[in-house]
């Protein structure tokens, strides 16, 4: 039996991990065109000079060893032919395999806007390469332009920020962080920025950039309202497009990016998938789940990936922690919710008939184990404390009849 895994990041080394605890025997091989293993999130405390890049690895050096791992590094997946069981890399070895996973995450995706494309000056942000061509570009005084106010575009931002730039962020929604936010944490975030000196512009979009000559760098961005935007450099974090260019083979069934059931195994048998390849939302803690449930299945544990609760943000800006849960607005007016907003705090529960369904923790994060739990788990909470926000485990346990904490499920 050979377990072999396209990707060595946040699905890809999870899937890994866990085969290993179930199967101590087997050949496990990791394939990955990058030569190291790091998070993405942390990309930008690398372009502001904080962390090295042996800063920003999520494993510890002797990871493959101490769990008997084989790394082919640096050399990309060219092909797979799915009936022979056998991959080709660019480099023309020749991989078989039993068991595989698919765990080729993402790559970014520019906007079209007339004139990006091809300008020596844009950059996108997903990998180490990136960084070394934003951190050439981006010197301190020069200024950033960003496109894009999500995940990626404000970790940019910040990183760039901190490295001395003037950095301009262009969002075409109404406010900083649209889908991980509510207008009043995005609002806190976006004074936080404009303190430290960016400029930010939401609810715009760029209509063209414009170059200073035939295929010369980007010099300014037009909006839609008129306003040219003068810039030294691009940074385009506008989403990104599910890595399966090498699946030339059509026997595999693909949406928006490789289609999975819940055991994360694709149409077809003893291949899965996991992470951003799957073209679902595309963050790092649902890749890590999969990546979980997938190498369990692949060793033959049987594991569902029954947890749907996958809108779990951590963000950290600029020093400012929010964690947000489930729904970020209410749907419809049968949602209620209860805020506190005060000294910075700030903290928003949305629920329904006595049960949450989103949180916003922003500047005291402390009990987001504890919102999450009671979010994944539907608790009840019945009747609706008046101090709510100081709800704790506490709550959710009451002593058996044996002398023994139980869970209780409510009040
Ligand atoms: C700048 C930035 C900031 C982010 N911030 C956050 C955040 O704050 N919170 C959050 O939840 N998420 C964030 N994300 C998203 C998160 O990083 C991704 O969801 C996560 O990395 C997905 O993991 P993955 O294992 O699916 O794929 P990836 O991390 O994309 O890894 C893909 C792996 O596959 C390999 N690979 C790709 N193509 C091939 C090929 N042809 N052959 C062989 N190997 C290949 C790569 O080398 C890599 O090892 C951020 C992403 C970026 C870029």
């Known amino acids: 039996m050979k377990y072999v895994i396209i990707g060595a990041s946040a699905a890809g080394i999870n899937a890994a991990q866990t085969i290993r605890k179930l199967d101590s025997q087997n050949e496990i091989l990791l394939i990955s065109k990058d030569d190291r293993v790091y998070s993405r999130c942390m990309l930008h405390h690398v372009i502001a000079g904080k962390r090295s890049l042996d800063g920003i690895s999520f494993v510890s050096p002797d990871f493959f060893t101490q769990n008997a791992l084989q790394w082919i590094k640096g050399t990309g997946v060219r092909d797979i032919r799915f009936a022979e069981r056998r991959i080709t890399l660019e480099d023309d070895q020749s991989v078989a395999y039993d068991r595989l996973l698919i765990a080729s995450g993402a790559s970014a995706s ?4 007339k004139g990006l494309a091809g300008a020596p000056n844009v950059f996108t942000l997903r990998d180490i390469s990136d960084v070394q061509r934003i951190g050439a570009a981006a010197q301190a005084g020069k200024t950033a332009l960003v496109i894009g106010a999500g995940l990626v575009g404000m970790d940019a931002a910040a990183g760039l920020l901190e490295k001395g730039l003037h950095v301009v962020i262009v969002e075409q929604a109404d406010r900083l962080l649209p889908l991980q936010l509510d207008r009043t944490a995005a609002s806190n975030y976006q004074t936080l920025f404009e303190q430290a000196g960016a400029e930010v512009y939401t609810g715009v979009t760029i209509t063209e950039a414009l170059p200073s000559g035939n295929g010369g760098p980007v010099q300014s961005v037009r909006l839609n309202d008129g306003t040219v935007i003068p810039c030294d450099l691009v940074i385009a974090a506008t989403g990104v497009r599910p890595n399966t260019g090498f699946i030339k083979d059509a026997v595999l069934t693909m949406n928006d990016g490789i289609t999975v059931d819940e055991q994360m195994q694709t149409s077809l048998p003893d291949v899965y998938a996991a992470g951003d390849v799957t073209g679902r939302s595309a963050i790092w803690p649902l890749a890590v789940k999969q990546g979980i449930v997938a190498g369990s299945n692949m060793a033959g544990t049987s594991k569902k990936l029954t947890d749907g609760f996958t809108a779990k943000n951590s963000i950290n800006l600029l020093g400012l922690e929010t964690v947000s849960l489930g729904l970020v607005h209410a749907p419809d007016p049968s949602y209620e919710q209860a805020t506190l907003n005060h000294h910075g705090v700030y903290k928003k529960i949305i629920y329904k008939d006595g049960v949450v369904h989103g949180v916003i923790l ?15 788990e539907k608790l009840p909470i019945e009747p609706w404390p008046a101090d709510i926000f100081d709800l704790n485990y506490a709550a959710f346990y009451q002593i058996a009849p044996n002398g023994r904490y139980q869970y209780a499920r409510a009040l």
Do not use: A, H, N, Y
């Open 110 to 113: 520019l906007p079209p806007i």
């Open 362 to 376: 922003q500047k005291e994060i402390s009990r987001c184990g504890f919102w999450t739990q009671v979010i994944k």
